[in-house]
């Protein structure tokens, strides 16, 4: 059935061509997802057979961008969509392209945790990154949401999530800072550390990405480039 915003079309067919697709991105998002929960629980355990899996099944995220974008290509081949229909093929592609960068953060972090767990090393310092991580992929799920729902009013609340990321972010830099330049034995551990919170930092931007997309897709408007209170 065409959700509210996707045109009724005669062609029944083109209806579930466009259904399928979106349903796709919803399956490789939460695919997606996936991958960074697990990475960020394998390095918190330091469960290596996770972590291992995690890097594993990156082929899977990038096949099945692939195949989306092929299934959008074909579309526009063969349907020649206009406005609204042609918003959703353009604003799937960009969002695919996003999910499977995502993907790659995923993998990145989990390289970095395998890296942490078979170092040996003593008398690290803590630094919780369950914070940022949480409202990464709460971003994430929020833009995926909106997507699902082509709610294009719960997208463009992502703007402003996007910058408590970034300052927990900067926060977790400079607390780096003072580790390494207190303690120079630490300096290894903080770098692979910083790739793990950059890699949540960038899961951050990707979403807000996704969530405007969903606002050009339902009003047509592209808001990439505007301020937070232009793009509300």
């Keep these: 059935m065409p959700h509210?915003?996707?045109?009724?079309?005669?062609s029944k067919q083109f209806d579930a061509e466009l259904e399928a697709v979106r349903t796709r991105v919803l399956?490789?998002?939460g695919l997606v997802e996936?991958?960074?929960?697990?990475?960020?629980?394998?390095?918190?355990?330091?469960?290596?057979?996770?972590i291992d899996r995690v890097?594993?099944?990156d082929h899977r995220v990038n096949a099945m961008e692939?195949?989306?974008?092929?299934?959008c290509g074909t579309i526009i081949a063969k349907r020649q969509p206009a406005a609204v229909d042609l918003r959703l093929i353009i604003a799937v592609i960009k969002t695919i392209t996003d999910l499977e960068r995502i993907g790659d953060?995923?993998?990145?972090?989990?390289?970095?945790?395998k890296l942490i767990h078979t170092a040996e090393r003593a008398h690290l310092p803590r630094l919780d990154l369950k914070h940022v991580a949480n409202l990464a992929l709460d971003m994430l799920r929020k833009a995926l949401d909106?997507?699902?729902?082509?709610?294009?009013?719960?997208?463009?609340?992502?703007?402003?999530?996007?910058?408590?990321?970034?300052?927990?972010?900067?926060?977790?830099?400079?607390?780096?800072?003072?580790?390494?330049?207190?303690?120079?034995?630490?300096?290894?551990w903080c770098l692979e550390t910083l790739f793990v919170a950059k890699a949540l930092e960038r899961i951050g931007d990707h979403s807000k990405n996704m969530a405007e997309y969903v606002i050009y897709m339902v009003e047509g408007r592209d808001v990439r480039h505007l301020r937070q209170s232009e793009a509300t």
Excluded at 4 to 10: A, R, Y
């Design 146 to 188: 909106s997507f699902a729902r082509l709610d294009s009013a719960a997208a463009a609340s992502l703007v402003t999530q996007d910058r408590l990321v970034d300052d927990e972010f900067r926060s977790i830099l400079r607390q780096l800072i003072t580790f390494m330049m207190e303690d120079p034995r630490t300096i290894s």
């Design 66 to 71: 692939v195949e989306l974008d092929e299934a």
């Design 27 to 29: 399956q490789m998002g």
């Design 4 to 10: 509210v915003g996707m045109t009724d079309h005669i």
């Design 105 to 113: 953060e995923a993998e990145k972090i989990a390289r970095m945790a």
């Design 55 to 57: 890097i594993a099944d």
């Design 34 to 50: 996936q991958q960074v929960v697990k990475a960020m629980e394998g390095l918190a355990s330091g469960d290596l057979q996770m």
